[in-house]
């Protein structure tokens, strides 16, 4: 099942702080976050583990909440570089226990102004 | 290290016609992954290859979708005949295993399909 990310689009002036959120209604073991860029391949950003591990990148961090099955994504001071679009991506075994893989939610838009 | 690598990066046709997609995954990564993405949404997992085995096609509407891994390295994805809802990016992505909670996928640019 899709997870839910929010808000669907945010537009922040430089320097300002942004929060986006991954919601599931199953279980989490692991949450994929990625950018994307118009027109390019989305591109890892890091990987929140269950057990409320809290996870750096530049000046993005992220949180993962096992309780509320729910994940975070913290961009602190933006930059016009973090434009993109970020995806979260919930991680599950399939069925036959062989692989793990990955549902990725709808996305948020995020914009950059100077 | 070279990234996942597809061609070609833009494809246009006609319903009905046919087209195929080519993908040389990282060295030494198991797994490879297709991905349907169109605008506005997020990728949706169409075939998930361990090695030259596929490990799930669920996704994978069958009587129009293809895809193969020979050798267990590059794969290729065909639509056979392509209708205007297949007009999306279609994303390979890959990753060493696909067991590991930790494992990360890395994608490549993507071909961007019109159907017409």
């Known amino acids: 099942q899709q997870p839910v990310q929010s808000p669907q689009a945010v537009i922040l002036r430089e320097g300002e702080d942004a929060v986006i959120n991954c919601s599931s209604s199953?279980?989490?073991?692991?949450v994929h976050w990625y950018r994307q860029k118009h027109g390019e391949a989305p591109v890892f950003l890091m990987i929140?583990?269950?057990?409320?591990e809290q996870k750096g990148h530049e000046k993005i961090s992220a949180s993962f909440n096992e309780k509320k099955q729910q994940s975070s994504l913290y961009l602190t001071a933006s930059q016009l570089s973090y434009s993109g679009t970020y995806f979260c991506?919930?991680?599950?075994?399939?069925?036959?226990?062989?692989?793990?893989?990955?549902?990725f939610g709808s996305g948020t838009q995020l914009t950059v102004l100077p | 290290e070279a990234g996942v690598a597809q061609s070609p990066r833009y494809k246009i046709i006609e319903k009905r016609q046919s087209v195929a997609f080519w993908c040389n995954p990282i060295s030494g990564h198991a797994t490879l992954y297709w991905y349907q993405q169109i605008l506005g949404q997020g990728p949706k997992l169409l075939i998930q290859f361990q090695n030259n085995g596929v490990v799930d096609d669920s996704q994978l509407p069958k009587d129009r979708f293809s895809a193969e891994r020979l050798k267990g390295v590059d794969s290729t994805l065909k639509i056979q005949p392509a209708k205007l809802e297949d007009s999306a990016v279609y994303l390979c992505?890959?990753?060493?295993?696909?067991?590991?909670?930790?494992?990360?996928?890395?994608f490549g640019p993507g071909t961007r399909l019109t159907v017409l």
């Open positions: 199953k279980a989490l073991y692991s």
């Open positions: 929140l583990l269950k057990g409320g």
């Open positions: 991506g919930t991680d599950r075994m399939i069925s036959s226990g062989s692989a793990r893989q990955l549902t």
């Open positions: 992505a890959s990753s060493l295993e696909s067991l590991r909670v930790r494992d990360t996928q890395y």
